[in-house]
């Protein structure tokens, strides 16, 4: 898919196709602390003079894998059976990925800070710890509306009733979205798909209301020196819902569903493997690119090769 270098997200960006590349901050290293005061678990980020925070256009992660890999993250801390401290998980999601908060402010401070200055040193770090709780319910925000929509684009697009009878569960954090447990009464996969179908304008509905409103202002590209206007960048969740939304309008299937349109514009799916949201880069793709999975995918390949093969032989 093209992807479009964007120092700012205006309108176009929002709404137009290709995927984004965008701004981002990265600390050497981040330590877990319980903060005394506010009693609550912080991710403080760890530099030095030589070991500086980087900052600046980020080709590594696009708006898509980073929608992913927060919902990902989201399934591994709302498991109902995980034993896994949460803390951990945000702590090991950001040494992983990037800086989650304060972006555009982090960007412009660490472009022009005096990291020499014990006083900046310190501001830089107060200012860029943050949270866990507040990061988890943004997370849980993202990852319960993305899950809804998955379940929706499957029941729509490959008349998956599972997927929509299976969707809601009693997470480790919050409950998953009940939107539709009302048709868990339709025993009968067709009467499901006709019921569902026929209220999808008010199921869709319900997905664009947890969209959070997108904030637009003027702002000066220090390239062009020209006035745009652009969206307020504060975090790697304005990011994500960014483009969730970009997926959900361009997405949107039109009235006869069209696979080879939907396909083109970069869909996420489940890896038939591991289990894990990934971006799909061909139409093809069933699994995600870490290795093992792509190994586990040319093992089953093979397997299905050699039982044609036998059952041919007979
Ligand atoms: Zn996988």
């Known amino acids: 898919m093209k992807q479009l270098q964007t120092e700012y997200f205006t309108f176009t960006e929002i709404g137009g196709v290709g995927e984004m590349i965008y701004r981002a901050v990265r600390f050497p290293e981040y330590v877990p ?3 005394h005061a506010s009693k609550e678990d912080e991710i403080k ?15 590594s992660i696009t708006g898509q894998e980073l929608l992913a890999s927060l919902c990902n993250l989201y399934k591994k801390i709302n498991a109902p059976d995980s034993d896994e401290r949460v803390t951990d998980l945000v702590w090991d999601w950001c040494r992983n990925h990037i800086h989650p908060y304060d972006i555009d402010v982090l960007c412009d401070e660490i472009e022009n ?13 107060r200012r860029a710890t943050f ?7 943004d997370v849980c925000k993202l990852g319960t509306a993305f899950e809804y929509y998955d ?11 599972s997927a929509g009878r299976g969707l809601y569960y009693e ?4 409950d998953s979205l009940p939107f539709l447990e009302k048709y868990r009464q339709f025993a009968d996969d067709t009467e499901y798909l006709r019921r569902v179908n026929a209220d999808y304008d008010n199921r869709l509905f319900d997905l664009l209301e947890m969209f959070p409103d997108f904030k637009m202002r003027v702002k000066q590209d220090r390239k062009t020196h020209k006035a745009e206007m652009c969206a307020e960048i504060h975090s790697v969740f304005n990011i994500a819902w960014y483009a969730f939304a ?12 069209d696979l080879d349109y939907m396909f083109s514009q970069g869909s996420i799916l489940i890896c038939m493997a591991c289990g894990e949201y990934f971006v799909r880069h061909s139409s093809r793709q069933r699994y995600c690119d870490n290795p093992a999975c792509k ?5 089953r390949k093979a397997r299905a090769y050699y039982k044609r093969k036998n059952a041919g032989e007979k």
């Open 151 to 161: 379940a929706l684009q499957k029941i729509r697009c490959s008349r998956d009733v």
């Open 171 to 174: 997470g480790r954090i919050c």
């Open 45 to 59: 980020p760890l530099f030095s003079f030589l070991g500086r925070p980087i900052s600046g256009t980020d080709y």
């Open 295 to 299: 190994a586990e995918r040319n093992n």
């Open 246 to 257: 970009r997926m959900v309008a361009d997405v949107a299937p039109p009235a006869d569903t």
């Open 33 to 35: 602390e319980y903060n």
């Open 131 to 137: 949270e866990v709780r507040g990061f988890v319910s």
């Open 113 to 125: 800070g005096d990291f020499v200055n014990a006083e900046f040193h310190e501001w830089l770090q």
